[in-house]
């Protein structure tokens, strides 16, 4: 079974930011918290990953809260090409096998 | 490209017959992940190595699949008998595997197998 919980799908104008919140209330003190991004008929692409805090790279911005039973994804100023399912995933540094939920589905409308 | 690489990229195979698949992992990466991906659904882990040592193998890998690594670069996976149940996305995707730090997952394209 997943250790996330994420909404199934949101929709957004291009151009808004977006937020996806992951919960993940028995996440180890081991774990880390990695965002992939999946077009269809592709493999998954890392998006970000972090422990605590923030993150911010060039795609995203990663925001854990002090306690880290849940993590948000910000997507800032989201295009057409955005529309894809993000999978929320927490692993011991990537060195376990991942445990995929099903994702959300986002759709960025024009 | 320095990424994972896979191939074929799509297979179409009869029920019954053997399919191969193989996978190029990011070349300083030891380790190496098959999973399997149905429509709908993430991927779910098959097996994993470590250097050329098979270190896990999911319930969902029968005895109709294999996967190895004999040098501990490129990796198969072979499924005999295929049936239409096999019908899937298979991704690999490889990670430094060392200890402690953060070990990410790169994914590759994907094989998407159709077993009539």
């Known amino acids: 079974l997943a250790k996330t919980t994420q909404p199934i799908s949101m929709d957004s104008y291009e151009g808004q930011e977006v937020n996806i919140t992951c919960s993940h209330n028995n996440i180890a003190t081991n774990d880390y918290i990695t965002w992939y991004q999946q077009f269809p008929s592709q493999g998954p692409r890392f998006i970000i990953q972090g422990y605590k805090t923030k993150v911010t790279n060039e795609v995203a911005s990663l925001f854990i809260p002090a306690d880290r039973k849940s993590s948000t994804l910000s997507l800032p100023r989201v295009s057409l090409s955005d529309t894809a399912v993000y999978y929320c995933?927490?692993?011991?540094?990537?060195?376990?096998?991942?445990?995929f939920g099903k994702g959300t589905r986002l759709s960025v409308i024009a | 490209d320095t990424g994972v690489s896979q191939n074929p990229r799509h297979k179409i195979t009869k029920r019954g017959q053997n399919v191969t698949f193989r996978c190029d992992p990011i070349s300083e990466h030891n380790r190496l992940y098959w999973y399997r991906q149905t429509l709908g659904q993430g991927p779910e882990f098959l097996t994993y190595f470590q250097n050329e040592a098979q270190l896990e193998k999911s319930r969902l890998l029968s005895d109709r699949f294999s996967a190895e690594r004999p040098k501990g670069s490129f990796s198969t996976l072979e499924i005999q008998r295929t049936e239409q149940g096999d019908s899937a996305m298979y991704l690999c995707?490889?990670?430094?595997?060392?200890?402690?730090?953060?070990?990410?997952?790169?994914f590759g394209p994907g094989t998407r197998l159709t077993v009539l």
């Open positions: 995707a490889s990670s430094l595997g060392v200890a402690g730090g953060q070990n990410t997952q790169y």
């Open positions: 995933l927490v692993a011991e540094a990537g060195n376990t096998p991942l445990v």
